[in-house]
Structure formats: C-alpha cells, structure tokens
C-alpha cells in the first residue's frame, strides 16, 4: 500500500511540476485572474447583507430615516456593488483567457518540440491521428481544467467560507444543517468521477483512432482512388464513427444521470431552506431580513458546491488527458541537448569531428523488433569521394543502413564510423548536416516548388535552386508550369509526378551541399533515358563526395566504384561490376534479367561483359568501356 501511494505521490508532484512548468510566462494573469476572482465572490456576498439591512432596520423601523425618505441610496449601493463585480468579472475572464491559451500554448509548443526529437522507433509505435489527437483535443482538455476548473475550486472554496460564517451569524442550526448537503454533493460526485473517467479513456481513444483513419484517407488519397477503395474507406471510417459516437453517448447517458441527481439533491436543500427557514422566522429565531438574506446565500452557495461535481468530472477528464499527454512527454528523446551545444562550439572541438568523410560499417547487426534481424554482420568501407553501390531484394536491408547512418534508428551491433569517429560521439545535428538524403518515397510540403528545394538551405537563392533543379533534370519541367518555381504543389506533392518528386528531392539534397550523399532507389520513378542523364549530370556535382548508391537498377550501378549485393540482410557479393558480372551470383542474374530482349548482353564463360554489346542473334553490335552506362551504346 506504501509502494502504491508513493507511485501516487510521486506521480501527483509530476503534474503539478509539468502544469507550472507550463505556466511560465503567464502566471501573472492567473494570479490576477485568481484576485479579482475572488473580489467577485466578496462582492456577491454584500448583496445579501443589503437586503437583510434594507428589510430588518430600513423598512423595519430601524430608526434609518434618512434611508426611509431616500431608498434610492440602497438601490445605488446595490448597482455599485453590481458594478464593480461585473468589473472584476470581465477581469478575471480577460485574464483568466490570457493565461489559458499562454498555458496551451507553451505545452503545444513544447509537446511539438518533443515529438521532433523523439526516435523514429517512438514514431513506429504510434499512429499520427492519435498523436495529433494528443497534442490539439487533449491539451485543450487540460487547459480548460487547469485555468478554468482549478481556478473555480478556489472560487467555491472562499465563497463556502464567507457564506458558511454569514448564515452562522443569522442562525447556526440551520447554517449547519445547509453544511450537510455538502459533502453528499461531493461524495456522490466522486463516485461519477471514477466511472465517467473510464468512460471518457475510451471515448478518448475512439476519438484517436477515428482521427487516425481519416489522416490516413487524406494523405493516401490517391491509393485510395487508383483502387477503387472509396466505398471500403467509407465503411471503415463509419464503423469507427459509430463505436465513437457510442463511446459519447454512453458517456452523454452517465453525465445525464449525474446531472439528474444532482438536481434532485440541490433542490432538496433550497425546499428544506425555504421551509425551515420559514418556520424558523415565524417562531422568532431570525428576522424576515435574515430569513431573505439566508435563503440568498443558499442560492448563491447551491450552484458552486454542486459545481464542485462538474469539476470533479471535467478533473477525471483532465486526468485521462494528462495521461495521454505525458505519454507523449515520458518518450525518450534523442540526445540532441549536449550535441547541440557540443555542435555551437564544433571550431573549438575539431578534433571531435572526422577530417575527412569515408564510411565504415563493422559488423554491424540490426531489427526492427527484437530476435528479428534485418541486417547481419554487414561489413564494408567507402573511401572519401568513392561511390558505392547496393543491390539488393525487397526486405534486404538497403534502405536500414541509410536510416542507421543517419542514427534514426540505433545500433544493435557493431560500429559504424565516419573519418574513424563512431558516429555515435558526432554530434547528431551535424550528422544529419553532412549526410544528404534522396528517398525513393520522397516527402513534399504542400508549398511551392521553390520552397521546397529551399528546404535544405532556406537562404538559396532562385539561381542556386535553379542550378541544383538544373542537375537533377527536372528545371525544364518546372519552368514549364505556368508558375515556374511559385507552382505549389498539393499534399505530399501529389500534384506532381513519381519522377518529378523524385527529382525534386534530388535537387533538395544537392541544394545541400553534404559531402556524403546517399540515393536511396531515388530515380526508380524515372525511365532510363532520365536516369543516364541524371547521373551524367550528377558525375561533376559529386566530385569529391563520398556517394552511396541504393538501386534495384544494374545500369545505376554499373559506374560505381565498388558494388555490395544484400541478400535477407546478409553481405552476398562484393566486387566491381566488371567483377561481379564475371561470377554466377546474384548479381549476374538480375544483371541478365534486366538486360534481357533488345538490350540484353550475353555473358560468355571466361569473358568480361564490357566487351561488346550481342543482339537476338548473337552479333555483336559495338565495344562499351568498363562501367559505361548500357544507354550509351544505344
């Protein structure tokens, strides 16, 4: 039980820490929302004492003549005190308004923050509606709680205190008996608290994952279409609508249910106020003012406390919430922090960073999930200003070594270096830096062409956008858009085609300017013709970077320096293309496959294939030089 009401504890003083770390800056407006909050209530409490003054000693004889002849003045005293309350109200709403969206504010800020830093492996586990979920409708419920709600409990609390010893002053036997009606208030409502916080965990979570499903249709739009999926989509999205909109309606039913008896025990208090108060009055025991006054701070003080259930109920909501926020915020980060300041002072600790750029993998070993290794003991080295290939099937493990050297994902195994340096100890955002990306899925803002590009090196000028568009061929194109470089593009590009985008991230990663590069299957989408030219233009923009190839195309390849086969993971084949193509491996295969009809060159026992080009019927047509693209000799 101690253990438990530690954790409990412990967990307690972790919101309250979060919830002022996130006050930072607007803590002012909630200590002023909270004074004129209670102004508001002192002044609230005034009215009734008016009344007991203006029927007991005005009206009653109490010898006021003046106030007799000019009853005005205790209307006038009245409209002050409305005045200056309705004053202090527009307050604490202003206030209480400013401190509320600061507070939201600071945690999406920081929320977005986190998430940026968070392991891709973090990201795999989670679906982004509800991750969007958690940053937007969940932090909206905590902000209402804790500036709005929280604010209120304090609110009720001074006002019970001032209420409470005003009906003592005027008669303590029924001052008390008011008193019992509230912790029945407060018990029954704790007990709605612990079943509309289940409830409202799942209703939470319907929310989630109906978000998720329509992010989901949004973003594969054109999957969508292509397969004719429209109506299956429909029928999804209405079953998850269905089971939220019931998860909501049976919270609605619970909440109705609260609401209900909690009106049936407030108007029991104002009937046995009314009725004793009566009796009481009649027999002597307090005046007709006080009796009035009394039954005043009965009203005053009957929607407050049985506010007190909607608060507990809005608590569970937040609490669940909370949950679903500091889920996100318990994510363990990358180590960006030291790294960051280590790179601010990278002139001062040079000898912390590689001085020259070749790449070396180690035995290095690595899964997804545990037990499940997508890659083996893969060995190799790339020299500076060396190009590298790798071939490899689907589920090889190609694209796994671009994401490990750019540590989106960590090491099981083994140890990669760049310039000798684990990378491990580089500093992660001068990794990333010196590490360009071409993706065989690339991913575009919904902004302009030019933005786009300009998104490696947001101070490009046009010129150098256009001279890095211009190699990776797609500038014609571009400038054939009626808008040019100002040609937005839909969602994730979807307006531009597979090898437009392809190309378009190319000219992204040239613009910037990384002494590696690495091109993950990134000119798959564009015919062959495309892709010699690209390369041919590519040959003097990488001179002096170090390159690694990820292709399924031999005439990508071809060029490359050295060549690595992959196969479920493991290092298969090693070699150059003139000695790869002389082995019965792998290679040679898919070597023959893809050259096979018009453009497919025989390889004779004992023969490099470089040699010469053999049509159907065996001629040969031309000689190619070593490593020459095959659309060279057409």
């Known amino acids: 039980m101690k253990t438990v009401s530690r954790k409990r504890e412990k967990h307690s003083n972790r919101k309250i820490k979060l919830i002022l770390q996130y006050f930072y ?47 005005w003045v205790l209307s006038l ?6 005045v200056l309350s309705g004053f202090s109200t527009f307050v604490t709403r202003s206030c209480t ?12 800020d920081s929320l977005f923050t986190h998430v940026q830093r968070l392991p891709m492996s973090w990201h795999d586990r989670n679906q982004t509606g509800d991750i969007i979920q958690r940053c937007t409708s969940d932090v909206e419920v905590i902000r209402n709680f804790v500036v709005t709600q929280l604010l209120e409990v304090f609110r009720t609390a001074f006002l019970v205190g001032i209420s409470f010893m005003a009906m003592v002053s005027m008669n303590r036997k029924l001052a008390f008996l008011v008193l019992l009606f ?4 407060i018990l029954y409502s704790a007990v709605f608290y612990r079943l509309i916080a289940k409830r409202f965990t799942k209703a939470d979570e319907a929310e989630g994952e109906l978000s998720t499903v329509v992010q989901e249709n949004a973003t594969g739009v054109r999957v969508v279409r292509a397969f004719g999926r429209e109506q299956f989509e429909m029928d999804r999205f209405q079953e998850k609508n269905e089971i939220f909109a019931r998860m909501w309606i049976r919270l609605g039913t619970l909440s109705g249910l609260y609401w209900g008896i909690g009106d049936l025990i407030t108007g029991l208090q104002v009937v046995v106020v009314i009725v004793l108060g009566a009796v009481e009055a009649v027999h002597g025991n307090m005046s007709v003012g006080e009796f009035v006054a009394f039954a005043s701070y009965n009203t005053v003080l009957v929607w ?24 996100i915020i318990r994510g363990q980060e990358e ?5 960051e300041q280590q790179d601010k002072n990278s002139c001062r600790n040079e000898k912390q960073l590689p001085e020259h750029m070749d790449i070396a993998f180690s035995h290095v070993s690595f899964g997804y999930e545990p037990g499940k290794k997508v890659l083996d003991d893969v060995s190799f080295s790339v020299p500076e200003g060396k ?5 490899g099937g689907t589920g090889s493990g190609k694209t796994t070594i671009l994401q490990l ?27 990333r830096r010196h590490v360009g990306m071409a993706l065989q899925e690339p991913f575009l803002y919904s902004r302009t062409i030019r933005e786009n590009i300009a998104a490696s090196a947001p101070a490009a000028t046009l010129g150098e956008i256009r001279q890095a568009a211009g190699i990776a061929c797609v500038d014609d194109s571009v400038m054939g858009f009626a808008d040019g470089y100002e040609t937005l593009v839909g969602e994730r590009g979807v307006t531009l085609s597979g090898g437009q985008r392809q190309r378009v991230a190319i000219a992204r990663m040239l613009l910037q300017k990384a002494p590696i590069m690495v091109f993950d299957d990134s000119l798959s989408a564009v015919d062959s013709q495309t892709d010699y030219r690209i390369r041919n233009s590519l040959k003097e923009r990488m001179k002096g970077a170090t390159v690694i190839l990820i292709s399924h195309r031999i005439t990508t390849l071809m060029g490359a320096d050295r060549i690595m086969v992959l196969n479920r993971g493991k290092v298969e084949e090693m070699g150059t293309h003139a000695e790869l193509i002389q082995k019965e491996g792998i290679y040679r295969q898919i070597y023959e496959i893809q050259m096979s009809g018009d453009d497919r060159q025989k390889v004779k026992p004992g023969k490099p294939a470089e040699e010469g080009r053999w049509n159907r019927e065996g001629r040969q047509e031309r000689k190619i030089g070593a490593g020459e693209p095959m659309e060279e000799a057409r």
């Not at 803590?27 to 007991?52: D, G, M, W």
């Not at 308004?97 to 999406?108: I, L, Q, T």
Request: net charge negative.
């Open 304 to 327: 407050p406390v049985r506010g007190l259930g909607r608060i507990l109920s809005d608590m569970s909501k937040a609490g669940v919430s909370f949950e679903r926020v500091d889920y």
């Open 182 to 185: 509230v912790p029945v208030v």
């Open 405 to 431: 050297l750019t540590r989106l994902y960590e090491l099981d195994e083994g140890v990669i270096t760049i310039g000798g340096i684990d990378i491990r100890k580089l500093p992660l955002p001068w990794l």
């Open 387 to 391: 190009t590298f290939g790798i071939l």
């Open 25 to 71: 800056g607007s803590k002012r407006y909630f200590i002023c929302a909270a004074a004129a909050s209670f102004v508001t209530t002192a002044l609230n409490a005034v009215t009734p004492q008016i009344f007991r003054f203006s029927i007991d000693e005005v009206l009653g004889g109490g010898g006021y003549q003046y106030l007799e002849e000019h009853l």
């Open 77 to 82: 005293a009245i409209a002050a005190v409305a």
């Open 97 to 108: 308004a400013r401190a509320g969206e600061d507070f939201a504010k600071n945690m999406r």
């Open 335 to 339: 180590s960006y922090g030291e790294e």
